[in-house]
């Protein structure tokens, strides 16, 4: 027997809550779930490993032979510049999800967006085009991509980029926000931002931007999302003793995900840090076998 935890209320994960509907429609996903239910797994929803049970729990309490820890990569990063707090930013990953998961664009649902406005984000991603075009579509009368190096360095793919250029988002490179301005009522009236120039390459082989001096300006916005990237939740391996994880707080497995944990396997964002869909599937797939195997042989001997 095979159960899923699922954290959210909505089978599916980053696919549903993540990805807009115009890059994966949702019925698409829905199928895909509705196939592992035909074929007797069981989802349980609302169900936050770390919480609910513990790894330790799942074993001992619940039963199960090996678990596959597939929890992603949903913990959001910020800059830590003045202004953060105000009314009007979010993490790319609040927005996305209010939209694609909460159905904030239809204002009978209980969590709508406030209106948009002029929109900065800041970062420059498949997750920063993502929300640039989401917000496009909500309705924003301008969008703007804040990025801090040139185009040659954007890390998004260039077919993401050529579309958010062809919707009419407006990019900004070699601009790094410095301070979100708010009004008398902590509402979002502006970003101010520094020119950069590229230095020296930087670990990630990219060259390393640098601030110009006295290079200080100011561009009006009712929103901010901040796309600056995610990292694992940290609620699972703070609760499970003898799980390592390396220094961004990713779990360590091995290429058929087998952690330090015995009878415990993870994949996907999880282990890699952000990164995409199929590599995610591909780690569970090597998990399966290696889980199956695992469970024959224990049951040999």
């Given at each position: 027997?095979?159960?899923?935890?699922?954290?959210?209320?909505?089978?599916?994960?980053?696919?549903?809550?993540?990805?807009p509907e115009f890059r994966l429609p949702k019925?698409?996903?829905?199928?895909?779930?509705?196939?592992?239910?035909?074929?007797?797994?069981?989802?349980?929803?609302?169900?936050?490993?770390?919480?609910?049970?513990?790894?330790?729990?799942?074993?001992?309490?619940?039963?199960?032979?090996?678990?596959?820890?597939?929890?992603?990569?949903?913990?959001?990063?910020?800059?830590?510049?003045?202004?953060?707090?105000?009314?009007?930013?979010?993490?790319?990953?609040?927005?996305?999800?209010?939209?694609?998961?909460?159905?904030?664009?239809n204002e009978k649902y209980d969590t709508p967006?406030?209106?948009?406005?002029?929109?900065?984000?800041?970062?420059?991603?498949?997750?920063?085009?993502?929300?640039?075009?989401?917000?496009?579509?909500?309705?924003?009368?301008?969008?703007?991509?804040?990025?801090?190096?040139?185009?040659?360095?954007?890390?998004?793919?260039?077919?993401?980029?050529?579309?958010?250029?062809?919707?009419?988002?407006?990019?900004?490179?070699?601009?790094?926000?410095?301070?979100?301005?708010?009004?008398?009522?902590?509402?979002?009236?502006?970003?101010?931002?520094?020119?950069?120039?590229?230095?020296?390459?930087?670990?990630?082989?990219?060259?390393?931007?640098?601030?110009?001096?006295?290079?200080?300006?100011?561009?009006?916005?009712?929103?901010?999302?901040?796309?600056?990237?995610?990292?694992?939740?940290?609620?699972?391996?703070?609760?499970?003793?003898?799980?390592?994880?390396?220094?961004?707080?990713?779990?360590?497995?091995?290429?058929?995900?087998?952690?330090?944990?015995?009878?415990?396997?993870?994949?996907?964002?999880?282990?890699?840090?952000?990164?995409?869909?199929?590599?995610?599937?591909?780690?569970?797939?090597?998990?399966?076998?290696?889980?199956?195997?695992?469970?024959?042989?224990?049951?040999?001997?």
């Amino acid at each position: 027997a095979v159960t899923v935890y699922e954290a959210f209320h909505t089978a599916g994960g980053v696919m549903m809550y993540g990805i807009p509907e115009f890059r994966l429609p949702k019925r698409v996903v829905k199928k895909e779930v509705d196939t592992l239910l035909k074929q007797g797994v069981t989802i349980e929803m609302n169900a936050v490993i770390g919480r609910l049970y513990s790894i330790e729990e799942l074993f001992h309490e619940e039963g199960y032979e090996a678990v596959f820890l597939g929890t992603g990569a949903g913990l959001p990063r910020f800059m830590n510049i003045p202004g953060e707090s105000r009314v009007g930013v979010y993490s790319a990953n609040e927005f996305l999800t209010r939209i694609n998961l909460m159905k904030a664009y239809n204002e009978k649902y209980d969590t709508p967006l406030k209106k948009l406005g002029k929109v900065a984000v800041v970062g420059g991603g498949n997750v920063a085009m993502d929300a640039a075009r989401s917000a496009k579509r909500l309705g924003a009368e301008e969008v703007y991509i804040v990025y801090r190096r040139s185009e040659a360095e954007l890390p998004a793919r260039a077919e993401e980029a050529h579309h958010a250029k062809e919707e009419g988002i407006i990019f900004k490179f070699l601009t790094s926000p410095v301070e979100i301005h708010g009004d008398e009522k902590g509402i979002v009236r502006a970003i101010e931002c520094e020119e950069m120039e590229l230095g020296e390459p930087d670990e990630s082989g990219r060259r390393r931007p640098k601030p110009k001096a006295n290079s200080n300006f100011e561009i009006p916005v009712d929103t901010v999302i901040m796309a600056i990237g995610t990292t694992p939740n940290p609620l699972v391996t703070s609760t499970t003793p003898g799980l390592d994880t390396d220094k961004r707080g990713c779990i360590v497995a091995d290429e058929n995900g087998k952690t330090s944990h015995l009878a415990v396997y993870a994949g996907g964002d999880a282990v890699t840090g952000a990164a995409t869909i199929i590599l995610a599937m591909g780690a569970g797939r090597k998990a399966a076998h290696a889980i199956d195997e695992y469970i024959q042989k224990k049951g040999k001997n």
